[in-house]
């Protein structure tokens, strides 16, 4: 069994980016009522402060800070794909160790985070509202409807066509 090294911090700010075991699938925007409701059951037993999010239909990417003292962000990703796998029809495919192990083939098993300083939060903030343009989905970063960005403009952190459809510099952040 693999040991992975986290930097876990009690308390602490995280990037994460959480993919669909089939990329090409569009489940999370066509199944985006079951993801919200998923999102809120966990953070409704297990807190969190949801910083910065956009989904995408293959995956999400999304910053938020647990609460003084916690650091359980594991359980809180494993709660969530859990409760939004339940709405969803099984009939994916499944590798034969997925099987054998009776899980779902909606989610890849891992997921990319790491710890967020001040310095950075910005970045990742930005490579977040960024992204649905990135990958083609929209023509202004304000056109996509999956995102935390609206918030950030009503919080006046973002001019309302910031992003705009002009091709900015690709920060090395999430997936590659």
């Not at 489940?27 to 910065?52: G, M, N, W």
């Not at 990958?135 to 609206?150: M, Y």
Request: glycine share 6%; aromatic share 12%.
């Amino acid at each position: 069994m693999a040991n992975y090294r986290r930097n876990i911090v009690p308390g602490g700010s995280f990037f994460f980016t959480v993919n669909l075991a089939d990329r090409r699938s569009h489940l999370l925007t066509d199944k985006i009522a079951s993801l919200r409701s998923a999102y809120r059951v966990v953070a409704q037993r297990h807190p969190f402060i949801t910083e910065a999010v956009v989904v995408l239909p293959d995956h999400l990417h999304c910053i938020w800070t647990l609460p003084p003292g916690d650091r359980d962000f594991a359980t809180r990703w494993r709660l969530i794909k859990t409760e939004f796998s339940k709405h969803i029809t099984v009939g994916e495919r499944r590798s034969s160790s997925r099987v054998a192990k009776a899980e779902r083939g909606i989610w890849q098993r891992r997921y990319w985070e790491h710890t967020l300083r001040d310095r950075v939060f910005e970045a990742h903030c930005n490579y977040i509202h960024f992204n649905p343009l990135k990958h083609g989905h929209v023509t202004r970063v304000s056109a996509w409807p999956f995102s935390s960005f609206k918030k950030f403009v009503q919080a006046g952190v973002y001019p309302s066509d910031w992003g705009g459809g002009a091709q900015e510099e690709d920060a090395d952040h999430g997936e590659r």
